[in-house]
């Protein structure tokens, strides 16, 4: 038997204690152990709960008991979850976690340790939910080089999106909506924002490159400045709009990494991704194009996502899974301005387009132009385009 203790009781937390507990036999066969929950740290009291003997307030509980092999770490945030995360590899433990914010900011160091203590350190729940991505592209794609990774990495954007695109919905009324469903919350700044998936893609490519991308390096713009007219201007152009996170890696070993709302086109597998659900296209040298779809959020699909993790980590109870990125020191990161795009352009200047070689006229939006460009640096695009439109990138 594995006795194992959660770190959070919240939504992920309750959903990981509902799986070990209901599928304890069918989880038995799979980990070749049976694995028992020890342990659940929460502030809160819980009274009332039907195993309240399991809870405690305090860490050392489970840091200093031997018999605890396998930590999951779902509290969210960084503090104090790095500290509990490094201290239990530290003494000996698997770790596993749903926490983009960690190993976006901190996990080359917990891949280190753990690889020192030949230990484990998993997070599939990180950057998909319930999606499988990350052990993808650590096994079953590993034979090939990454050379794109993207997708819809937020359902509360793809929702409102989705609620803009088919609806005709304005943003804040969707936003709203989103809020009284339950999938934004009070402040949703971290999803409306972009900065939920740029911590994510920042994790995806790191994996794919090999070397720490750095999410504060990634230039990231969220979905609050779209409106009705860009959602419009993109149904011209046989679009749909997106918030997508977006990675490339160069034969040179160049990383590109963005963030923001993009024009998809309607024959595009992204373009009919919608409401909460993600997905994730990956293109590999071998494999060419694999996509990866499903809940990208939610109590029992990211539980289900953290439990796979326990299950790996039981099934290697006394060896380490190779997975790692490295510090790389020098500058690889390329520069947005120099990257070649095609640009959805509208503005009040109806011969604007004549500055822009390619430029194909997609119809009229009230009274602005719409119009595609042909494929320049961005930093050409803004130059000819100066204040007179607005612009949305393509995927192309």
Known sequence: ?????????????SGVYEIIRKNAASIKRKA????????????RDFENH????????????????????????????????????KA???AGKHVVTSNKELVATHGTELLQIAQQMNRNYLFEASVGGGIPIIRPL????????IEE????????????????????????????????????????????????ACRKIAILASLASGKFVDYKNIPTEGITGITKSDVACAAKAGCVIKLVGYAKIEDD?????????????????????NGVFNAILVHGDSIDDVMFYGRGAGKLPTASAVVADVIDSVKHIDSH????????????????????????????????????????????????????????????????????????????
């Not at 050392?60 to 104090?80: A, F, Q, R, S």
């Open 1 to 13: 038997m594995v006795k194992v203790a959660i770190l959070g009781y919240g939504t992920v937390g």
């Open 32 to 43: 070749g152990d049976e694995i028992d929950i020890k342990y659940i740290l929460d502030i």
């Open 50 to 85: 039907e195993e309240k003997q399991l809870f405690t307030k305090n860490f050392d509980d489970i840091l200093n008991d031997e018999e605890v092999k396998v930590v999951i770490e779902v509290m969210g945030g960084l503090n104090p979850a790095y500290d509990f995360s």
């Open 88 to 90: 239990a590899l530290l």
């Open 138 to 145: 650590n096994q079953c794609l590993a034979a090939n080089e």
């Open 149 to 196: 990774i993207y997708g819809i990495l937020n359902g509360t954007t793809n929702y409102i999106l989705t609620k803009m695109v088919k609806e005709g919905a304005s943003f804040d009324d969707a936003l709203a909506e989103a809020q009284r469903l339950g999938y934004a919350e009070r402040n949703p700044e971290a999803d409306v924002e972009g900065h939920d």
């Open 253 to 273: 070993g160049k990383v590109f990494a963005r963030v923001c709302p993009m024009a998809i086109p309607q024959t595009h597998q992204l373009a009919d991704v």
């Open 321 to 396: 899974i190779r997975l790692m990125w490295r510090e790389v020191k020098e500058n690889f990161m390329m520069d947005p301005e120099e990257v070649c795009s095609r640009y959805l352009i509208r503005s009040a200047n109806a011969d604007l387009a004549e500055r822009f070689i390619k430029a194909e006229i997609v119809g009229e939006v009230g009274a602005e132009t719409a119009f595609v460009t042909g494929p320049l640096k961005e930093k050409d695009m803004k130059e000819k385009l100066g204040s007179e439109g607005s612009f949305i990138r393509m995927l192309s």
